[in-house]
């Protein structure tokens, strides 16, 4: 199993940052390094379908973001600390939504079915 804890949301004003962490654990990474894993950051706003936010593969790692959040997120990992961040820049009332950190080995990045283990959410609220 693995498990996936998301931390540091929270409520901020437009404008602001935020940096969430995702640790991850469990006895897959017994098997496959985390390094291994491709890591990825989704949201869902309230209404809406959960979307794509940002990815980062193995090793170092690519990555990959939304259009909406490009040149504002970043995504990185600490693969020595089992942690894969995304650092929040110049929030918008948009970006409101539960922010899910996943997992997986695929490379279809954006598409949530190329993705194992999903965390249970941090929220993130930006006020206006």
């Known amino acids: 199993q693995v498990q996936l804890v998301e931390s540091g949301g929270g409520l901020v004003q437009a404008g602001g940052s935020l940096r969430l962490s995702c640790a991850a654990s469990g006895r897959a990474f017994s098997r496959y390094a985390f390094s291994s894993y491709v890591m990825g950051w989704f949201r869902q706003a309230p209404g809406k379908e959960r979307e794509f936010v940002a990815a980062?593969?193995?090793?170092?790692?690519?990555?990959y973001y939304a259009d909406s959040v490009k040149g504002r997120f970043t995504i990185s990992r600490d693969n020595a600390k089992n942690t894969v961040y995304l650092q929040m820049n110049s929030l918008k009332p948009d970006d409101t939504a539960v922010y899910y950190c996943a997992a997986g080995v695929r490379l279809r990045v954006t598409v949530q079915g190329s993705y194992d283990y999903w965390g249970q959410g941090t929220q993130v609220t930006v006020s206006s």
């Open positions: 980062i593969t193995w090793g170092p790692g690519s990555t």
